[in-house]
Each structure stands twice: as C-alpha cells, then as structure tokens.
C-alpha cells in the first residue's frame, strides 16, 4: 500500500520525536525506586554527612528514598568503583570526595577511570584546610613559619590522616613551593593526628577548622591561615597562605556522580534539585557546621574542577614520590 507523502512525512517526524519525548518522561518519572548514595568513608564523617544532607533532601523533593550506603576502604575506590559498575539509571549515585581527584596518580592500577566512568552531577560543599602548629613553634604567620621550617630543616614533623589524602597533599603542595623540608608522619586518621599535634609529637598539620578554634582559643594549637583561594567568612581573621605564597591553593570539594550514560536528562534535574538543596538554610547550615561552604554549580562546572584537580595532585604526588599505604 502506497502511503500519501504527507502523511508519511508525519510518520517520520513522529518516529524521530519519540526518543526526544522518551527521553523527557523518562526524566520526569525518576526517580522510580529508592536511589543509593554511596559514600567510600565510615559514617560520621564530612562527606558521609554531606550525603545524608543532600539525600534527605532530595527524597523529600522526588517522592523517593535516598539512602546513603558507606563503603569505606581502599581509599574510596572499593564505593568508585560500584557505581562505575552500576546501571546507569541514576539509581546509584556517588559522593565524590578530594580522594577521587588523588587517586588516579596515587595508584598505578585503577579498575576504572574516574574522568571517563564517573559523570559529574553537582558540586555539594568545599571543606577548607587550616595550616595548625603547636604552641612550641615559635611562628606566629605564615612568614615567620617559612623561615622558622627553613632555618631547621628536616626538624619539623608534618602530621596527615594518611598517605595520600588531602592533608598530606595539601602539606606536600607547601613544602614544594615553598622550598622546605618537613618530616610527614602519617596516622590512620585525622583523630590520632590532631591527638598528636596537641601533645606536641608533631609540630605542624593541615586539619579541618572543625574543633579546631576551641584548641586554638584555649591556646593548645595555633591557626595561622587557610589553604582556600579567599579568606572565609567564619574565620575572617586568618589569612590564606595565598596571600603570603602566591598560587597556593587547596579548596577540598565534594558533590555527587553518577555512572556514564546515565541519561542527560537526570543528570539535570538532580542537578537543578541540589542546586536548590543549597540554597536552603538548614542544608547551608548543616555544611556551616562542618567547616564547610556550599558550591552550586552545573554539571560542566563540576567536571572542569575535577580534571584540573587531577592534574594539579598529578603534579604534586610524582614531585613527592608519594605512594599509597
């Protein structure tokens, strides 16, 4: 049978519009189950509790359960590499962490790519460092603390959370631009490292501002700036080591992924509910609390960041021989 030409011009134009319009119900079904969050740290923690921020959100926006899910180990990658591994339905997702943007020079041997395998949905909050010392070292600024590490070298130790994480990186950054030497000593976690900057073992450490000014104000520890870029509103005082060392930059960031090919279409519309979520008093706060400042963002926002920062700690990592525990 012979079909008119008109109408079968409308049958073809119908036939390209369907994946478009698939596409579109697609997006505003989802999501259509509980979606996993999947943290690769123990509960507790900033980027477990970032997730917990964002997901009840999110569940109170979309009609479905976010459940944050902890997989700790091996850096992260044990929770990377699920959720490369899941289906890409936007029914898993990912909290990315300053270790995803280490890791690929960290390690020789990855099971996935993170720039290729992950998609960036949205940037959540930036938890800054603070550059601490103990009271014994005589240093009162950033300065004064250059030339006190240079005029002892290889006499002051440099506390860290571990090989590898962002403390340590942050430290290794200084001491490359900076030209000193500084004994790194690493602990399994921040906790045992703050224990021992207080009692004096180690003399230095780049830590969260949580806690922190409580040490600081009794006079246990000394602040002597903050490794962002600008100063931050709750700690007006201290000033960036940028403005003492110029470049100087460690602005720790967490948001969400997703698995690649996840459809656009989800991508943006967590994106644009996140992006809301940020703007919400008790979400601003509960990363207020945490030391932290919220980072919205778009999608190509957040994967700019993320392939700069991996070839920033690219850097810094093959200076410093740095290899993970």
Known sequence: MKVPRRQFLQLAAGAAALPGVSRLARAQAYPTRPVRIIVGFAAGGPSDIMARLIGQWLSERLGQQFIVENRPGAGSNIAT?????????????????????????????????????????????????????????????????????????????????????????????????????????????????????????????????????????????????????????????????????????????NGIGAPKNTPTEIIDKLNKEINLGLANPKIKAGIGDLGGMVLPGSPADFRKFIAEEIEKWGKVIKFASIKPE
């Open 81 to 253: 590499e699920a959720v490369v591994n899941a289906h890409p339905d936007g029914h898993t997702l990912l909290m990315i962490s300053s270790s995803n943007v280490i890791n690929p020079t960290l390690y020789d041997k990855l099971n996935y790519d993170f720039i290729r395998d992950i998609v960036p949905v949205a940037s959540v909050a930036g938890v800054p460092l603070v550059l601490q010392v103990h009271p014994s070292v005589p240093a009162k600024t950033v300065p004064e603390f250059i030339a006190y590490a240079k005029a002892n070298p290889g006499r002051l130790s440099m506390a860290s959370a571990g090989n590898g994480t962002t403390p340590h990186v942050a430290g290794e950054l200084f001491k490359m631009m900076v030209g000193v030497d500084m004994v790194h000593v690493p602990y399994r976690g921040a906790g045992p490292a703050l224990a021992d900057l207080l009692g004096g073992q180690v003399q230095a450490l780049f830590g969260v501002p949580v806690g922190m000014m409580d040490y600081v104000n009794a006079g246990k520890l000394r602040a002597l700036a903050v490794t962002t870029a600008m100063r931050l509103e709750m700690l007006a005082d201290l000033p960036t080591i940028s403005e003492f060392v110029p470049g100087y930059a460690v602005n720790p960031v």
